[in-house]
């Protein structure tokens, strides 16, 4: 190699040093500079990942952080909710609330030299505050006796749940529970400086027991049960055709016979029983007077043993067992007597009815409002004291060849119609006449005695209950 070429690569040497040479003196210095600014600024700052207390406190100025956890009024409040959508928020200042802390905190920022500020891209750093909470007791007593949830205006007692009113037709419901809004002071009050004893933020009245409740519930066993009972007999639904008149019995009236007490459904025995008795008045015709208008016109006032006449005790009975099992029925009441049209008394008996007229001897046979037959007759011996007793009475029964017995008599019969206890019309085949004045002196035991052929054509259109009509 010749001087030249030695000379042309010590000048390249040299130019590359007097490059290389600056420009690590100016990194060095930034480095430097870097490094100083990050020990002044972190001599007064935490490190990153630094956390105390569970806070992160990364690049945070550390008297700041020093004030905020050594004064509570800082950043600290306990805040209340409950029911109602009611809350309240304690502040430290409140309650002359202060922390009493050791020196874990200055030995921690000592600890954490702002010099080895580069440790923080290896490392992370906690510190834990072992510190002790205070507070005025009579402060935080008098706070939260005037906080809105013991506001006498904001108190509201429990409310169990219960059967509703009767709705028709929707019947009866169970009206929800109302807890109410009833505190416990002293458990409250215990709650509150456990919290603030472990800086909690907030505490829900609403868990835990803190508030009285309702005993019954809606979901009671024992209520849904009498809810399902009076809803039960209340759907009761029966129409009668008393008479030939709708009575409907349903939930309205019904829910009237109910009381209702807690988990208990009573039915009123004594107001149904009252009530049938009611509609039997109402309706029943039996035994009662009556105008009669007689085929000649005249009309006469009679009473007897005819007519609608209910089972009072019989229909009270049948009624209770079907609002207890809930029946939905129509049916007619049960009856010991039926008249043989329907109506009050005197339409009851209709246009079909036998007429006795017993001053005149004569009787007529009316089927649908015509006249079938007339005919003379032989009534009860006045002068014997067997007079046949005038009124309205319905046919017992009837029967063909019939033995009639009495006192002194024994008197085979072809048609046997008895329609008042052991009167009735029948043929008698030993009379030559009817009519006339025959009964005077001559009459019968108080049967109607007929001519056969006409107590045949009787026979043949009348039944159980058919209308006899007799007038003087």
Same mark, same amino acid.
């Given at each position: 190699?010749?001087?030249?070429?030695?000379?042309? =690569?010590?000048?390249?040497?040299?130019?590359?040093?007097?490059?290389?040479?600056? @420009?690590?003196?100016?990194?060095?210095?930034?480095?430097?500079?870097?490094?100083?600014?990050?020990?002044?600024?972190? @001599?007064?700052?935490?490190?990153?990942?630094? /956390?105390?207390?569970?806070?992160?406190?990364?690049?945070?100025?550390?008297? =700041?952080?020093?004030?905020?956890?050594?004064?509570?009024?800082?950043?600290?409040?306990?805040?209340?909710?409950?029911?109602?959508?009611?809350?309240?928020?304690?502040?430290?200042?409140?309650?002359?609330?202060?922390?009493?802390?050791?020196?874990?905190?200055?030995?921690?920022?000592?600890?954490?030299?702002?010099?080895?500020?580069?440790?923080?891209?290896?490392?992370?750093?906690?510190?834990?505050?072992?510190?002790?909470?205070?507070?005025?007791?009579?402060?935080?007593?008098?706070?939260?006796?005037?906080?809105?949830?013991?506001?006498?205006?904001?108190?509201?007692?429990?409310?169990?749940?219960?059967?509703?009113?009767?709705?028709?037709?929707?019947?009866?419901? +169970?009206? $929800?529970? &109302?807890?109410?809004?009833?505190?416990?002071?002293?458990?409250?009050?215990?709650?509150?400086?456990?919290?603030?004893?472990?800086?909690?933020?907030?505490?829900?009245? !609403? %868990?835990?027991?803190?508030?009285?409740?309702?005993?019954?519930?809606?979901?009671? $066993?024992?209520?849904?049960?009498?809810?399902?009972?009076?809803?039960?007999?209340?759907?009761?639904?029966?129409?009668?055709?008393?008479?030939? %008149?709708?009575?409907?019995?349903?939930?309205?009236? +019904? /829910?009237?016979?109910?009381? +209702?007490?807690?988990?208990?459904?009573?039915?009123?025995?004594?107001?149904? !029983?009252?009530?049938?008795?009611?509609?039997?008045?109402?309706?029943?015709?039996?035994?009662?007077?009556? &105008?009669?208008?007689?085929? &000649?016109?005249?009309?006469?006032?009679?009473?007897?043993?005819?007519?609608?006449?209910?089972?009072? @005790? #019989?229909?009270?009975?049948?009624?209770?067992?079907?609002?207890?099992?809930?029946?939905?029925?129509?049916?007619?009441?049960?009856?010991?007597?039926?008249?043989?049209?329907?109506?009050?008394?005197?339409?009851?008996?209709?246009?079909?009815?036998?007429? +006795?007229?017993? #001053?005149?001897?004569?009787?007529?046979?009316?089927?649908?409002?015509?006249?079938?037959?007339?005919?003379?007759?032989?009534?009860?011996?006045? /002068?014997?004291?067997?007079?046949?007793?005038?009124?309205?009475?319905?046919?017992?029964?009837?029967?063909?060849?019939?033995?009639?017995?009495?006192?002194?008599?024994?008197?085979?019969?072809?048609?046997?119609?008895?329609?008042?206890?052991?009167?009735?019309?029948?043929?008698?085949?030993?009379?030559?006449?009817?009519?006339?004045?025959?009964?005077?002196?001559?009459?019968?035991?108080?049967?109607?005695?007929? $001519?056969?052929?006409? @107590?045949?054509?009787?026979?043949?259109?009348?039944?159980?209950?058919?209308?006899?009509?007799?007038?003087?």
């Amino acid at each position: 190699m010749n001087r030249n070429e030695i000379r042309e =690569q010590q000048e390249k040497r040299g130019g590359l040093l007097r490059r290389v040479i600056p @420009a690590a003196v100016i990194a060095a210095g930034a480095l430097a500079l870097i490094y100083l600014a990050g020990s002044f600024f972190f @001599a007064g700052h935490y490190f990153w990942r630094t /956390s105390i207390n569970g806070t992160d406190v990364s690049f945070r100025s550390r008297e =700041q952080v020093r004030e905020e956890l050594l004064n509570p009024e800082i950043y600290y409040e306990l805040a209340i909710t409950g029911r109602d959508e009611m809350s309240d928020a304690l502040t430290p200042a409140e309650l002359g609330m202060s922390y009493v802390f050791d020196d874990t905190l200055d030995r921690f920022s000592a600890d954490m030299s702002g010099w080895a500020w580069p440790e923080m891209f290896f490392s992370s750093f906690a510190c834990e505050l072992p510190r002790a909470v205070t507070y005025e007791d009579d402060a935080l007593d008098k706070r939260l006796r005037e906080s809105p949830f013991f506001a006498p205006e904001n108190i509201r007692r429990p409310r169990d749940a219960e059967i509703s009113e009767y709705e028709y037709p929707a019947g009866y419901s +169970i009206i $929800p529970e &109302d807890p109410g809004t009833v505190l416990d002071f002293e458990k409250v009050k215990a709650a509150v400086e456990e919290a603030l004893k472990e800086l909690v933020e907030s505490l829900d009245l !609403r %868990e835990g027991g803190f508030y009285s409740d309702a005993e019954v519930k809606s979901d009671d $066993p024992g209520l849904n049960r009498a809810l399902e009972k009076a809803n039960r007999y209340a759907g009761t639904e029966i129409i009668y055709r008393w008479n030939g %008149e709708e009575e409907v019995i349903d939930g309205r009236l +019904i /829910s009237t016979w109910l009381t +209702i007490e807690g988990d208990e459904v009573n039915l009123d025995e004594e107001a149904v !029983r009252e009530y049938v008795n009611g509609l039997a008045k109402k309706h029943d015709t039996f035994g009662r007077e009556r &105008d009669f208008t007689a085929t &000649d016109g005249t009309v006469h006032r009679l009473k007897g043993s005819y007519g609608w006449w209910t089972d009072r @005790a #019989g229909e009270t009975e049948a009624l209770l067992s079907g609002i207890k099992n809930g029946e939905r029925v129509e049916k007619e009441p049960l009856y010991f007597s039926r008249g043989y049209a329907e109506g009050p008394a005197g339409e009851d008996i209709g246009s079909s009815y036998v007429e +006795i007229d017993l #001053g005149r001897q004569h009787l007529y046979l009316y089927i649908d409002g015509k006249k079938i037959l007339e005919s003379d007759l032989v009534s009860g011996n006045v /002068s014997r004291g067997y007079a046949t007793p005038p009124g309205v009475f319905g046919l017992t029964y009837k029967e063909r060849n019939a033995t009639l017995t009495g006192e002194n008599y024994t008197t085979p019969v072809k048609y046997w119609m008895p329609f008042n206890g052991n009167i009735g019309m029948h043929d008698a085949s030993w009379r030559k006449e009817f009519g006339g004045d025959v009964y005077q002196t001559n009459g019968s035991h108080g049967c109607i005695n007929l $001519p056969e052929e006409a @107590a045949e054509t009787i026979y043949g259109y009348v039944e159980k209950g058919f209308p006899v009509v007799c007038y003087d």
